[in-house]
Structure formats: structure tokens, C-alpha cells
């Protein structure tokens, strides 16, 4: 039960005694308004998002009954859509957490969690989807705008989002004109890509490297006797040629040796 405190105010001349309770377990009285506020909050919240679902299912149910098959076949899809692109929304939250966490650290400050992947470790059993879909959010989120994902979904978007730069845009209108194209093919298109763009680069350093190689020459003399072998540089440092030597000796001796065994 409530104590209560006398406090003496003065007026003027007058003095005026005022009994007030004192309440000892005020504080966590407080803390338990606050927790049935935000509580309530995220009632208010949640039954927000259902309304406006329910608002959504009242506006399209009756003319999914009375549709054609095409029809019914749009809405469901368009429906599939909206499922899949409260992904791109979960990765741009998941980002902003993420930022959050690394401004704590760079404050000096004791954060909760040490990294994202924390905050995924003491949350699990609330959040309901692991780090990994989370960190596949989070690359659809920052490799797609929001009407590139919504126009391909979550698992092509991932496979796209992914994918080199100058790639995406191509990749994106193949999946537009054929929509019945698999995660697997966009994986193998961008595997394709990145094994011609590596032989091409290998090529291309190939073509460099014997452009070099023409540029440098050398005259390589014998003696008479056909004993001796001197190497005379014309367009580098003769020490090149030395450790080229040395480091082709083993390979050297080698060939020899074969050379001598077919003889």
C-alpha cells in the first residue's frame, strides 16, 4: 500500500500542508506503462496491415469468382509478386539495422550486437528466417531497384543481383520475354558470361605478352667448334636474359636429356 509523504508549501503568510501518496514501486509501475504501450503500438501496427489485406481480398475476390481463367491466372500471380516483394523491403530494413550497428561501434559505444549476423544469433526464434535469407534480401535489395525485383521475384532476383554490372539489364529483359525461364538458366547464362569475359581477358593478355615478346631481341652466336654458346642482347639488360637462365634451368637440363635419350 501507497505511503504518504506530507509536504508543507508556504503561501504568502499562510502555510499549507499537503498529504501525498508515495508510491515504492512507481518505477517499474512506469516501465510496465511503457511496455503495454508499445505493445500496443504494434497491435495498432499489425491490425493496420491486416486491414489493408483484408481491404485488398475484399476488392479482388469477387472478380477473381467471376474471371476468366486468364484473369485468375494474373491476379494470382500479381498476389505471388506481392509476396515476394516485401524481400527487397526486409533487405533495405536489414540495411538500415546493419548501419546502425556499425555507427554504435564507431562511436566507442557498447552496442547489443557485434555484427549482423549477431543480431540474426539472439534473434532467431523471433524473426522466423535465418542470416542467410536475410543476406540474400540484403543483395536484392542492393543489386536490383524496386521495379527490376518486383518484375522478376526473389530467387531470380538473388541469381540477377548478383550478376556483373553491365550483365544485369540484359538479363532482366531475357526473364521479361520469357518468363517461364528457371533460376538455373539465369545462373548458367551469368556462369557463361563470366567464362567468356575470362577468356576473353586471357586472350587479350595473350595478344599483349607477344607484343611485348617482338619487341625484344636477342643474337645468339656459337663458336667454331660448336662448344660454346654466347647470347648477345639487343633491346634488354643481358641480367634478364641471365635469370630467365636460371629460372628455366631444370627445364633446361630436361629437354636435353630427353634429346640425348632419342638420340
Do not use: C
Not at 479482388?60 to 524481400?87: C, K, P, W
Amino acid at each position: 500500500m501507497a505511503k504518504k509523504k506530507i509536504i508543507e508549501l508556504k503561501h504568502g503568510e499562510d502555510l499549507i500542508k499537503w498529504d501525498i501518496p508515495v508510491d515504492e514501486n512507481a518505477a517499474e509501475k512506469h516501465i510496465a506503462r511503457i511496455e503495454s504501450s508499445r505493445e500496443k503500438r504494434f497491435e495498432n501496427y499489425n491490425m493496420q496491415m491486416h486491414n489493408e489485406m483484408l481491404g485488398v481480398y475484399n476488392t479482388y475476390s469477387e472478380q477473381f469468382r467471376v474471371g476468366t481463367e486468364d484473369e485468375q491466372i494474373m491476379l494470382l500471380n500479381r498476389f505471388h509478386q506481392l509476396s515476394e516483394f516485401s524481400a527487397w523491403i526486409i533487405g533495405d530494413f536489414l540495411l538500415i539495422i546493419e548501419d546502425k550497428i556499425e555507427k554504435e561501434h564507431v562511436k566507442m559505444t557498447k552496442g547489443r550486437y557485434n555484427s549482423l549476423r549477431d543480431y540474426f544469433d539472439i534473434n532467431k526464434n523471433l524473426l522466423g528466417f535465418s542470416y542467410q535469407a536475410g543476406y540474400n534480401y540484403i543483395k536484392i535489395r542492393k543489386g536490383l531497384t524496386i521495379d527490376e525485383f518486383k518484375r522478376i521475384g526473389v530467387k531470380k532476383g538473388v541469381a540477377v543481383a548478383t550478376a556483373p554490372e553491365e550483365l544485369k539489364e540484359r538479363l532482366i529483359q531475357e526473364i521479361m520475354d520469357n518468363p517461364k525461364m528457371t533460376e538455373e538458366q539465369v545462373k548458367l547464362d551469368i556462369a557463361k558470361y563470366r567464362e567468356n569475359l575470362s577468356h576473353a581477358k586471357k586472350v587479350e593478355k595473350q595478344e599483349e605478352q607477344k607484343k611485348i615478346a617482338k619487341t625484344i631481341k636477342y643474337d645468339i652466336l656459337t663458336n667454331k667448334g660448336a662448344d660454346r654458346m654466347t647470347i648477345d642482347s639487343k633491346s634488354f639488360p643481358i641480367e634478364l636474359m641471365q635469370d630467365a637462365i636460371f629460372y628455366f634451368e631444370m627445364q633446361i637440363k630436361a629437354y636435353i636429356k630427353r634429346r640425348l635419350e632419342n638420340e
